[in-house]
T-cell receptor, first 119, second 115 residues
């Protein structure tokens, strides 16, 4: 299957700093990538849909100025958590969908996740 | 938007027994239903998926059934093994022309296969 990488895998930062997380599709082009947040023993909550060359679409309740998403190429999307606070500590996972304009339902491949801890 | 409910939240079975996890969805337009397995601290891995034009799909010990009328779909694991222990998530996705297909996830089922 397709491979999605995510970097860093783990990050610890001080409150008030910004953290950038990268999501890359390694062997395919992904016009659409998704960013999820997962709390311990909970389900994946979609934060935003990242579209190459256009603005991200955020889910209700997700602050777009706090979670900045950039999808500058067909293989890279970044999530920047700005002015991070302890409540932003979580497991952030990205996924990428295979490029297929005719897809009825596109398989998503997940990155390994980034564990963010804000002190 | 889509809403997916998943039951049970925890499931314990003896090795060799079968396990069944059930999900319901709300949006009748949803047409893609994947199942993911997630081990602790790891990424979700797709184990099987089904599209709305079929009612059942099987891959070795894993099968998924879909009832579009009732908006139910289920995961069946036969001859369970200890390595099947993990959290399983169902998901549903409506078609979105030209863009991506958003997945709405169920709440997850912690499956434990006991020796």
């Amino acid at each position: 299957g397709a491979v999605v990488s995510q970097h860093p895998s783990r990050v610890i930062c001080k409150s008030g700093t910004s953290v950038k997380i990268e999501c890359r599709s390694l062997d395919f082009q992904a016009t659409t990538m998704f960013w999820y947040r997962q709390f311990p023993k909970k389900s994946l909550m979609l934060m935003a849909t990242s579209n190459e060359g256009s603005k991200a679409t955020y889910e209700q309740g997700v602050e777009k100025d706090k979670f900045l998403i950039n999808h500058a190429s067909l293989t890279l999307s970044t999530l920047t958590v700005t002015s991070a606070h302890p409540e932003d500590s979580s497991f952030y996972i990205c996924s990428a969908r295979l490029f297929d304009e005719m897809a009825v339902g596109g398989e998503q491949f997940f990155g390994p996740g980034t564990r963010l801890t804000v002190l | 938007g889509e809403n997916v409910e998943q039951h049970p939240s925890t499931l314990s079975v003896q090795e060799g027994d079968s396990a069944v996890i059930k999900c319901t969805y709300s949006d009748s337009a949803s047409n893609y239903f994947p199942w993911y397995k997630q081990e602790l601290g790891k990424r979700p891995q797709l184990i099987i998926d089904i599209r709305s034009n079929v009612g059942e799909k099987k891959d070795q010990r894993i099968a998924v059934t879909l009832n579009k009328t009732a908006k139910h779909f289920s995961l069946h694991i036969t001859e369970t093994q200890p390595e099947d222990s993990a959290v399983y998530f169902c998901a549903a996705s409506p078609p979105v022309t030209g863009g991506g297909n958003k997945l709405t996830f169920g709440t997850g089922t912690q499956l434990k296969v006991e020796l």
